[in-house]
């Protein structure tokens, strides 16, 4: 063998060695990792589902990000006890740039914390004119009931059962095409500006069935003066599904239902432009799209 080949097995010997480190070292991180993080990178709109897992002589005693305490809950079905998960929803307010989630725990080395980095990405929302087809439609976007009734929802997604209910994927309420995409802002007629859209709209004809995006308890049953005969159904773990503008309720308030449950029919009550069905998720109590969890799942 000449010398060039001698030190081309020994550079290769080296790499080896070089690499075996690596991966040691990469090892012993990983170990040291409790927190793990959906997404590097995200838009408004999306969730950020943090998993959690911790050796069994090890308690979380704090769990931030975007300046909330963020909730987290046992994991179910694991076998292991000290694996938990957390949502972080990123609203259409979010600024675009760098944010933390910083984990703070407690086992043999006392208090130590943990902290990841992810980005908010820019997301330009399209701008969608809205014809309402009669005056009574038209008064409906100045009324104080709108007020009223976003307090009235906002105080169901701030309660919510701690344990799971969904099961799997989210599926979509009925199969019709997006008329309205969430995060959109609405001009109307006359050329004020309306609500940015926090849900999706579904084309579909009146009358149209409207199943249960997932398993859950049905936390409001009712008809809303602008959001029109309303279901609210509470997934568990924060997350909740709603669906508006129903010509027909067939779900009661407590109930429990299984996932793809009929729970009303399509129509325009409240403030519609015509027969659709909007559906909406709150995690955490912010609004995000909810076609990341029908059409791809949160992970
Ligand atoms: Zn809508």
Same mark, same amino acid.
């Given at each position: 063998?000449?010398?060039?080949?001698?030190?081309?097995?020994?550079?290769?010997?080296?790499?080896?060695?070089?690499?075996?480190?690596?991966?040691?070292?990469?090892?012993?991180?990983?170990?040291?990792?409790?927190?793990?993080?959906?997404?590097?990178?995200?838009?408004?709109?999306?969730?950020?589902?943090?998993?959690?897992?911790?050796?069994?002589?090890?308690?979380?005693?704090?769990?931030?990000?975007?300046?909330?305490?963020?909730?987290?809950?046992?994991?179910?079905?694991?076998?292991?006890?000290?694996?938990?998960?957390?949502?972080?929803?990123?609203?259409?307010?979010?600024?675009?740039?760098? !944010?933390?989630? @910083?984990? /703070?725990?407690?086992?043999? %080395? =006392? &208090?130590?914390? #943990? +902290?990841? $980095?992810?980005?908010?990405?820019?997301?330009?929302?399209?701008?969608?004119?809205?014809?309402?087809?009669?005056?009574?439609?038209?008064?409906?976007?100045?009324?104080?009931?709108?007020?009223?009734?976003?307090?009235?929802?906002?105080?169901?997604?701030?309660?919510?059962?701690?344990?799971?209910?969904?099961?799997?994927?989210?599926?979509?309420?009925?199969?019709?095409?997006?008329?309205?995409?969430?995060?959109?802002?609405?001009?109307?007629?006359?050329?004020?500006?309306?609500?940015?859209?926090?849900?999706?709209?579904?084309?579909?004809?009146?009358?149209?069935?409207?199943?249960?995006?997932?398993?859950?308890?049905?936390?409001?049953?009712?008809?809303?003066?602008?959001?029109?005969?309303?279901?609210?159904?509470?997934?568990?773990?924060?997350?909740?599904?709603? !669906?508006?503008? @129903?010509? /027909?309720?067939?779900?009661? %308030? =407590? &109930?429990?239902? #299984? +996932?793809? $449950?009929?729970?009303?029919?399509?129509?325009?009550?409240?403030?519609?432009?015509?027969?659709?069905?909007?559906?909406?998720?709150?995690?955490?109590?912010?609004?995000?799209?909810?076609?990341?969890?029908?059409?791809?799942?949160?992970?």
């Amino acid at each position: 063998m000449n010398s060039a080949g001698l030190n081309m097995q020994k550079s290769g010997l080296i790499g080896a060695v070089l690499m075996g480190l690596c991966l040691i070292t990469g090892m012993a991180e990983a170990e040291k990792s409790f927190l793990q993080l959906s997404h590097a990178r995200l838009y408004p709109g999306m969730v950020q589902v943090l998993t959690l897992r911790l050796p069994t002589d090890t308690e979380i005693t704090g769990l931030w990000s975007l300046e909330r305490s963020v909730p987290y809950y046992a994991e179910q079905g694991s076998e292991d006890k000290n694996r938990y998960v957390a949502y972080v929803p990123i609203g259409l307010g979010q600024k675009p740039g760098q !944010y933390a989630v @910083l984990l /703070k725990y407690r086992g043999n %080395q =006392g &208090e130590q914390n #943990e +902290k990841s $980095f992810f980005e908010v990405l820019p997301k330009k929302f399209p701008s969608q004119r809205v014809s309402l087809p009669t005056s009574e439609k038209k008064e409906l976007t100045r009324s104080p009931s709108l007020e009223t009734e976003a307090d009235v929802l906002g105080a169901i997604f701030s309660q919510h059962e701690v344990l799971r209910c969904f099961d799997g994927n989210f599926v979509r309420p009925l199969p019709g095409a997006i008329s309205s995409e969430y995060g959109a802002s609405r001009v109307y007629d006359d050329g004020r500006i309306g609500w940015q859209h926090r849900g999706v709209d579904l084309v579909a004809e009146e009358g149209a069935p409207v199943q249960a995006t997932n398993a859950g308890i049905v936390r409001l049953a009712k008809a809303l003066k602008v959001h029109g005969n309303t279901v609210v159904l509470d997934h568990g773990q924060g997350i909740f599904s709603i !669906y508006n503008h @129903l010509s /027909k309720i067939n779900v009661t %308030q =407590g &109930e429990r239902i #299984e +996932k793809k $449950f009929i729970l009303g029919q399509v129509g325009m009550t409240g403030l519609a432009t015509g027969p659709h069905l909007h559906f909406g998720l709150s995690v955490n109590n912010v609004r995000v799209d909810p076609l990341q969890w029908t059409e791809t799942g949160p992970l």
